[in-house]
């Protein structure tokens, strides 16, 4: 038998002066297989065209519908409802710039991050465009794109204590991209190029350990395992005093 949900949703356009912050009941007949992107687009089409949602791929791919879900960041395209309660809240993600209801601008704060980390591959000298690239280890591209399968949905922000409390905190999705960037090969930086711009508290001495990021990243990235990887690695290269890590 089909559940009859309850969902409270996070309704608040900062754009318009007179839009209030407050949760908006809708009611809905759950259906089989049914998703929150496919609940959240029925409300949508057959309640309040108003509502502001994010998504693009509908597969878990694009990261653009990611949202806080009873408590917890996730994608709403990766959430079946028969998972949930029949009481569900909706909001959007913290930290990241409000456009309206549960739609954020996480490509604001992302594109930031990436500049100021420079994530992409510094090559020597100028490219040679008809020049064949030089052959990968097999092992080494497969760990490089294990940590390229970040989506950048933001959950990781979300759920991070620190990014919560100073903005300047580059969060589980910075340092995860400095540490693909480290594996490759076609990459000049040397090892204090890459911690000079996360060797303080903005970044990898800022993480407090709480394991959000690693608990709710939808691709099931190691996140807190690079972390500490690029602690101990700072440590043992001397960029670093020790008793900074513990």
């Known amino acids: 038998m089909s559940r009859a949900l309850t969902f409270h949703i996070f309704r608040h356009t900062p754009g318009n002066p007179a839009s209030v912050p407050h949760l908006q009941d809708y ?25 502001a949602l994010d998504f693009v791929c509908r597969a878990g791919v694009c990261g653009s519908c990611a949202m806080v ?40 704060w992302m594109r930031a991050m990436s500049e100021r980390l420079e994530t992409w591959v510094h090559l020597q000298g100028e490219p040679d465009l008809d020049a064949i690239e030089t052959p990968m280890d097999p092992d080494l591209a497969e760990r490089i794109y294990e940590l390229d399968r970040c989506i950048e949905c933001g959950c990781c ?16 999705v910075g340092l995860n991209k400095i540490a693909r960037f480290r594996l490759d090969p ?26 959000g990021c690693h608990d709710v990243c939808p691709k099931g990235l190691s996140l807190q395992t690079q972390i500490a990887y ?5 440590v043992r290269q001397g960029l670093t005093g020790p008793t900074r890590c513990l």
């Open 27 to 51: 009611a809905l007949e759950e259906a089989p297989g049914m998703t929150l992107f496919i609940a959240l687009n029925r409300i949508r089409e057959e309640q309040d065209p108003s509502l």
């Open 69 to 108: 879900i009873n408590g917890l960041p996730g994608l709403a395209c990766r959430t079946l409802t028969a998972s949930l309660p029949p009481e569900i809240t909706l909001l959007p993600l913290p930290v990241f710039e409000l456009i309206g209801d549960l739609s954020v601008n996480t490509g604001k």
């Open 157 to 172: 922000i979300a759920a991070c204590g620190t990014a919560q409390m100073r903005q300047d905190f580059v969060g589980a």
């Open 186 to 211: 076609r990459d000049r930086r040397t090892e204090p190029d890459y911690y000079r711009v996360i060797g303080d508290d903005a970044g990898v001495f800022g993480c407090m350990s709480l394991l």
């Open 230 to 234: 690029l602690r101990r690695s700072m």
